[in-house]
């Protein structure tokens, strides 16, 4: 399978071995490994296995209600994408197998040839003004219309508040159709994809942080996204000069 276009060759990872360690790490952190297809079918998995004599790896698969993984399987070409910390990484799997345990299913591929590194932008980050807005509202899922409050956003990705227990957005797993209130009168579509959870520093009630990053946002949307944080560093530089 060729590089895609849009990746130069010094993003690659040069060697098999330093590859393998890649995916060694994935496994032992057990980091969410997001899985899609050519369609646009997308998976959530962890990597169980890997033999480098053998040259296969092991991906358990996430809940697949609506079968995306015989989808991903019947088309052979896989992008697969997961981070540690701040580095992104990307790679592809071929010839893919489906195998039923009873640990669930695991998708059985060889190690792939190639593996491409990003380190993820810093995208400057902003701290809301307001205590109410914005906002993300989930759809009519688990918890249909919950908001959630934002603790800070860029135009790359925000950070929620969530409960220690909270299971309506699972890091790893694409959330889709949620609702951004920027304020009272303006509100994006978005799709948000989880990250880590971590405490928030100072606080005692026990509350997580949630890291997200957009996925798929239209032009209309970033550009939404802009000018909102470029308003709000503003505002909040003119409260430090009048304090």
């Known amino acids: 399978m060729t590089a895609p276009n849009a990746q130069p060759e010094d993003l690659r990872v ?21 899985l899609t297809g050519p369609q646009g079918e997308s998976l959530s998995a962890r990597i169980v296995a890997l033999d480098a004599a053998a040259d296969f790896i092991g991906l358990a ?29 990307q790679f592809e799997l071929d010839a893919p ?10 998708l059985r591929c060889p190690l792939p040839e190639r ?11 902003v701290q809301p003004a307001g205590s109410m807005y914005p906002r993300v509202v989930l759809p009519g899922s688990t918890e249909p219309g919950r908001a959630l409050r934002v603790l800070d956003i860029s135009i790359g990705g925000l950070a929620l508040v969530i409960p220690p227990d909270f299971g309506a957005l ?3 797993d694409v959330a889709r159709g949620l609702t951004l209130e920027l304020d009272r009168v303006t509100a994006l579509r978005v799709n948000l994809l989880p990250h880590h959870a971590s405490p928030i520093r100072g606080d ?10 957009y996925v798929d946002p239209d032009a209309a949307a970033h550009r939404t996204l802009q000018v909102y944080v470029d308003q709000t560093q503003k505002k909040r530089r003119l409260l430090k000069l009048d304090a």
Request: with cysteine.
């Open 170 to 172: 699972q890091p790893g």
């Open 204 to 213: 005692a009630t026990g509350m997580l942080q949630l890291g997200c990053a």
């Open 14 to 34: 040069p060697s098999a071995a330093e590859v393998l360690a890649y995916l060694q790490q994935l496994q032992r952190e057990q980091a969410a490994v997001q």
């Open 115 to 125: 593996m491409y590194r990003f380190q993820r932008r810093q995208s400057f980050r």
């Open 97 to 106: 197998v489906l195998v039923s345990g009873e640990q669930g299913s695991v």
């Open 61 to 89: 698969l996430g809940a697949d209600p609506e079968g995306i993984s015989q989808a991903l399987v019947s088309e052979g070409e896989i992008t697969a994408v997961s981070f540690l910390g701040a580095v992104k990484l």
